[in-house]
Every structure is written in C-alpha cells, then in structure tokens.
C-alpha cells in the first residue's frame, strides 16, 4: 500500500471519510461516528478520536480551517480534508475492500467503499467474494478428510466454526454485490450527511 495510507488505522480513515463530506469538528464527528453505528466497527473514544484527529493533522492528511469559541464553552476546532487525505481513503479502501483475512479492516472498507466508483467496489468485493468461495471449498475439504481419518468432533468444533463463519461472509458479500448493483443505487460523494447531521451542527454549537 502507498505510504498515504499505509501507517492509518481503520478509525483514522473513517475520520477522513467524514471529512470528505464536510469541514467537522470533532464533536461532530464523534456523533456522526455513532448515529451511523461505525463504533460497531472499532472502538471510538472521546479520547481515541481526538488523539487520532492530532494524528491526522500532524501527517497533514487534514488541516485545521477555523476555531470557534461562544460564551465560556470550549474551543471548537474545525479540520478540513487535505488532498493526502483524500487520497489516503480510497487507496486504504482499494487494499482492504477484497481482503478476507482482517475482518475489523474489511467491515470499514465496505462501510467507505462508497468513495469509490461503484464499478470498482463492485470488482472488488467480487474478487473478495472468489476468494471467500475458494476457502471455503478448502476449509470443508479438509474439515471432511479430517473426520474421515477419525478425529474426534471435539476437537474440529473451531475448524467447523470456521467453515460457518467462511460460508456466512460469503452470503453476506454476495448480498452486498447485489445490493448495489441494483438499478439507481444511491451511491458516491454526491450524498452526503443525512439531514440529522445538521441536527448535530445545531446541537454540537450549543454543548
């Protein structure tokens, strides 16, 4: 992976991925990150996010535009997506959207893979999907000769645990090709916040 991207962690570019919709406070941010349910994904902290947005800044993948203070409330900062950034997201995309051996990476690469071309995601969570399909085919191969050599089940519970999980993602993945493959999928940087983000701005101003 290209050095823009490769020392960033799956937080980090969802940090960015906001930032590509609109300049954002960290406040912001933070609410996003939960009214979309992405701290399902990885762990998001008060403490983790601000240390990865002074991360991010220190790398000059975002810069700060503004800072705004009213009455005795903190301090906003403002950041804003700088071109690294910008880049840093699809190529962290691209490396880990077809990948099936870090499961935490590929469950942010699909939940970004909008900033993508949807052809690309599509190629690509479509090779993702081959290789799930072959592993499986080798996972059920070897769990089936291991039975037929008299392994007891008590000891293949993990191996079959694999092959259920190995099956589920691969139906999963192919649920997602068809997904956005349908006619007029909503897709790309077109959209951007839900209208509930201007809700946050409101509600972010007065905390």
């Given at each position: 992976?290209?050095r ?9 570019i969802?940090l ?9 406070h960290?406040?912001?941010m ?5 009214q ?5 994904l ?13 991360k ?24 804003t997506?700088?071109?690294l ?64 050599e ?5 000891y293949?519970?993990?191996f ?46 007065q905390?």
């Open positions: 992976m290209p823009t991207a490769v020392k960033l962690t799956p937080l980090g969802m960015l991925a906001l930032l590509y919709e609109d300049d954002m960290p406040y912001e933070l609410c996003l990150l939960k979309r349910k992405r701290d399902r990885v762990s998001v902290t008060k403490g983790a996010l601000y240390h990865t947005v002074a991010l800044e220190k790398e000059q993948y975002i810069a700060e535009v503004r800072v705004d203070r009213e009455g005795n409330r903190p301090e906003r900062t403002t950041y997506l700088l071109e950034g910008r880049e840093a997201v699809t190529t962290w995309v691209r490396h880990e959207l077809p990948r099936i051996d870090h499961p935490i990476a590929y469950g942010v690469a699909l939940a970004e893979a909008h900033n993508l071309p949807l052809e690309e995601a599509v190629e690509l969570l479509t090779q993702r999907r081959d290789a799930l399909a072959e592993a499986l085919v080798t996972v059920e191969a070897e769990l089936t000769a291991t039975r037929q008299g392994t007891p089940e008590q293949l519970l993990n079959e645990r694999t092959a259920i999980l190995l099956d589920a993602d691969l139906r999963s993945n192919t649920a997602a090709i068809e997904c956005i493959s349908t006619p007029n999928f909503p897709w790309g940087g077109g959209i951007t916040a839900t209208p509930a983000k201007y809700e946050l701005h409101r509600k972010a101003a905390q």
